[in-house]
């Protein structure tokens, strides 16, 4: 038999130096690569979103290494980045319900890391922590890492990988949908990178017309002069509350359905922006009277973008034409940059949770009674424009809140998470009938225009309204929003104060046009603006972004643009 060929002096060297290296440091620059894999098969489902995976974790490493030239180095700090991005993912998911997406990077503010900190106390903690952890480990591994890699072929890599994730996401766009998903962290986020940086580099944040014939007057300053007495305004938020009877087959309590009446009789529609969640693109439309889909992408984040930067809206209107404004809100002031975004739009008095003293989610006789209070603190000569957001029907409806409120509730045998949302229901409408009547008791002279409004179907609702449909095809109808499915209610009471008529009050509007309806309804004359805005109400019939295929809202908000109400968008 003849012997084994000898090594080549080639084969021979490259031996001897790993040998020399020694097992651990070799160990040390792969253990990175073998966990990232783990962490693939653990997080990402299917073939599209781990070849995301390995694209983004390619484009990690040998940014890294471009910089450092260490391989094992590089590793760690990818990694260190991946498990952040997916503890941080999950953690906003259980916070909101979306997974992490390269737009929170976009609009990073100090609101976000202020609403962190603050409902995750010990997060803060945990950071230093970490850090004291990995800064000694990350130094150990400068000083061991054995290999060094040219900064060319590690560039050459990146941009190998940059161009193949690029081209993937662009073929196979992420859809909007699999955000509400809680998984894919690291792939959906890469994705989202490709479609936010094309889209911002298209049309910016907000989408509109590159010209615009004509111009919108900037409205003076105290010069609205109603005709006749201006009532007190209270705009109230009714969490995820729709007439649930849209669903067939849902047994309903006796007198169900008088709760979405207005003064008149009448049963109003709104059309929300959103189902199942995410109030805060309807707090866009009612205090902007603008549309969050003219943010394309970016709508998820709409308050924290408009913050700063949208001062035109319902608030700012009212207090031209002498009102006092303010918002009652049931969480955090940070959150979505809820603060912020109330006080660009014209709101002076910003009470939150913690400002208001709520521990935890209340029920909605608690904002009553702070509503109540904040009232009378307030000269009566003066009008008052009040913002209730409520919070006591949030999700989730598979635990009875306060089940003391209602000891004698009995169900009317639905599904248990139909039942509970139709008790915090009847709480909502037994707790409104105790603050009208005692906005009648402090008030007995004072003129009042209510209106109401449901921000967004519950999150069951798709189950309800089409049981038989899985989660793609739901997916699909949210994409192009079946009226369905965003279909609330909208309804006008009054204290002293007989509304004025006009064409604007209509049956069915979108939830752009509310601040429009409660202007005419006050009999408050409306500024060039919103004048404009009614033009394209009556135009439309009560659409606003659908209308055209988006034409009008894109003209409009040029419009605004060149005005000044909304910059840098």
Same mark, same amino acid.
């Given at each position: 038999?003849?012997?084994?060929?000898?090594?080549?002096?080639?084969?021979?060297?490259?031996?001897?130096?790993l040998a020399s290296v020694g097992l651990w440091r070799l160990l040390a620059v792969a253990a990175p690569h073998l966990a990232a894999i783990g962490l693939m098969l653990q997080t990402e489902n299917d073939f599209g979103a781990r070849l995301g995976f390995l694209l983004s974790w390619g484009i990690l490493n040998s940014f890294w290494i471009a910089l450092l030239r260490r391989p094992a180095l590089s590793g760690a700090l990818s990694l260190t980045l991946v498990v952040a991005l997916i503890l941080l993912s999950r953690l906003k998911h259980d916070v909101v319900q979306m997974t992490a997406n390269f737009i929170d990077v976009m609009v990073i503010d100090r609101d976000s890391a202020a609403f962190l900190f603050t409902i995750f106390p010990g997060l803060r903690w945990?950071?230093?922590?970490?850090?004291?952890?990995?800064?000694?480990?990350?130094?150990?591994?400068?000083?061991?890492?054995?290999?060094?890699?040219?900064?060319?072929?590690?560039? !050459?890599?990146? *941009?190998?990988?940059?161009?193949?994730?690029?081209?993937?996401?662009?073929?196979?766009?992420?859809? #909007?949908?699999?955000?509400?998903?809680?998984?894919?962290?690291?792939?959906?986020? !890469?994705?989202?990178?490709?479609?936010?940086?094309?889209?911002?580099?298209?049309?910016?944040?907000?989408?509109?017309?590159?010209?615009?014939? @004509?111009?919108?007057?900037?409205? *003076?300053?105290?010069?609205?002069?109603?005709?006749?007495?201006?009532?007190?305004?209270?705009?109230?938020?009714?969490?995820?509350?729709?007439?649930?009877?849209?669903?067939?087959?849902?047994?309903?309590?006796? @007198?169900?359905?008088?709760?979405?009446?207005?003064?008149?009789?009448?049963?109003?529609?709104?059309?929300?922006?959103?189902?199942? &969640?995410?109030?805060?693109?309807?707090?866009?439309?009612?205090?902007? &009277?603008?549309?969050?889909?003219?943010?394309?992408?970016?709508?998820?984040?709409?308050?924290?973008?408009?913050?700063?930067?949208?001062?035109?809206?319902?608030?700012?209107?009212?207090?031209?034409?002498?009102? &006092?404004?303010?918002?009652?809100?049931?969480?955090?002031?940070?959150?979505?940059?809820?603060?912020?975004?109330?006080?660009?739009? @014209?709101?002076? /008095?910003?009470?939150?949770?913690? =400002?208001?003293?709520?521990? &935890?989610?209340? #029920? %909605?006789?608690?904002?009553?009674?702070?509503?109540?209070?904040?009232?009378?603190?307030?000269?009566?000569?003066?009008?008052?424009?009040?913002?209730?957001?409520?919070?006591?029907?949030?999700?989730?409806?598979?635990?009875?809140?306060?089940?003391?409120?209602?000891?004698?509730?009995?169900?009317?045998?639905?599904?248990?998470?139909?039942?509970?949302?139709?008790?915090?229901?009847?709480?909502?409408?037994?707790?409104?009938?105790?603050?009208?009547?005692?906005?009648?008791?402090?008030?007995?002279?004072?003129?009042?225009?209510?209106?109401?409004?449901? =921000?967004?179907?519950?999150?069951?609702?798709? /189950?309800?309204? %089409?049981?038989?449909?899985?989660?793609?095809?739901? @997916?699909?109808?949210?994409?192009?929003?079946? #009226?369905?499915?965003?279909?609330?209610?909208?309804?006008?009471?009054?204290? /002293?104060?007989?509304?004025?008529?006009?064409?604007?009050?209509?049956?069915?509007?979108?939830?752009?046009?509310?601040?429009?309806?409660?202007?005419?309804?006050?009999?408050?004359?409306?500024?060039?603006?919103?004048?404009?805005?009614? /033009?394209?109400?009556?135009?439309?019939?009560?659409?606003?972004?659908?209308?055209?295929?988006?034409?009008?809202?894109?003209?409009?908000?040029?419009?605004?643009?060149?005005?000044?109400?909304?910059?840098?968008?």
């Amino acid at each position: 038999m003849a012997p084994a060929p000898t090594p080549g002096p080639v084969a021979a060297v490259a031996a001897a130096s790993l040998a020399s290296v020694g097992l651990w440091r070799l160990l040390a620059v792969a253990a990175p690569h073998l966990a990232a894999i783990g962490l693939m098969l653990q997080t990402e489902n299917d073939f599209g979103a781990r070849l995301g995976f390995l694209l983004s974790w390619g484009i990690l490493n040998s940014f890294w290494i471009a910089l450092l030239r260490r391989p094992a180095l590089s590793g760690a700090l990818s990694l260190t980045l991946v498990v952040a991005l997916i503890l941080l993912s999950r953690l906003k998911h259980d916070v909101v319900q979306m997974t992490a997406n390269f737009i929170d990077v976009m609009v990073i503010d100090r609101d976000s890391a202020a609403f962190l900190f603050t409902i995750f106390p010990g997060l803060r903690w945990s950071v230093i922590g970490a850090a004291v952890l990995i800064l000694p480990l990350m130094y150990a591994l400068w000083c061991l890492d054995p290999f060094r890699i040219r900064r060319l072929p590690a560039l !050459a890599c990146k *941009l190998t990988c940059l161009a193949a994730l690029v081209g993937y996401a662009v073929s196979w766009p992420e859809q #909007p949908w699999r955000g509400y998903y809680d998984d894919g962290y690291l792939s959906k986020f !890469a994705r989202s990178g490709v479609t936010a940086v094309s889209d911002f580099f298209t049309h910016g944040f907000m989408e509109s017309d590159a010209v615009a014939a @004509g111009r919108l007057k900037v409205p *003076l300053v105290d010069s609205c002069h109603p005709a006749a007495r201006r009532p007190h305004i209270i705009m109230i938020h009714d969490e995820s509350s729709f007439d649930i009877r849209q669903a067939r087959g849902i047994k309903v309590p006796a @007198g169900y359905g008088s709760h979405f009446k207005s003064f008149d009789g009448k049963s109003r529609t709104f059309m929300a922006e959103s189902s199942g &969640g995410a109030s805060w693109f309807t707090e866009y439309n009612v205090l902007a &009277g603008l549309s969050s889909r003219s943010f394309g992408r970016f709508s998820y984040f709409v308050t924290r973008i408009a913050a700063g930067r949208v001062e035109r809206g319902l608030p700012t209107a009212l207090r031209r034409c002498g009102y &006092g404004t303010t918002s009652l809100y049931p969480a955090h002031g940070a959150f979505m940059s809820a603060r912020g975004f109330h006080t660009t739009t @014209g709101i002076q /008095n910003f009470h939150d949770a913690r =400002d208001l003293g709520a521990k &935890g989610v209340e #029920p %909605d006789r608690f904002f009553y009674d702070k509503a109540l209070s904040l009232l009378s603190q307030e000269a009566p000569a003066k009008p008052q424009f009040m913002f209730v957001y409520l919070a006591a029907n949030h999700f989730p409806w598979e635990k009875r809140f306060r089940p003391d409120l209602t000891p004698s509730w009995s169900g009317p045998g639905n599904d248990p998470k139909v039942d509970e949302y139709l008790r915090r229901q009847a709480m909502s409408v037994e707790d409104y009938s105790a603050f009208v009547a005692g906005l009648r008791k402090r008030f007995p002279a004072q003129p009042f225009l209510i209106v109401r409004y449901g =921000d967004h179907q519950p999150e069951f609702s798709s /189950n309800i309204l %089409d049981p038989g449909l899985d989660e793609a095809g739901v @997916g699909k109808k949210f994409e192009s929003y079946d #009226p369905r499915y965003f279909a609330t209610y909208y309804a006008i009471d009054t204290i /002293n104060f007989e509304p004025v008529n006009s064409p604007a009050v209509m049956d069915t509007i979108d939830a752009p046009y509310l601040p429009l309806v409660i202007q005419e309804a006050a009999g408050i004359p409306l500024d060039p603006s919103f004048e404009e805005q009614k /033009n394209i109400m009556i135009r439309c019939k009560g659409v606003f972004y659908a209308c055209k295929g988006g034409a009008e809202a894109r003209r409009f908000n040029r419009l605004l643009i060149d005005a000044g109400f909304v910059k840098n968008l």
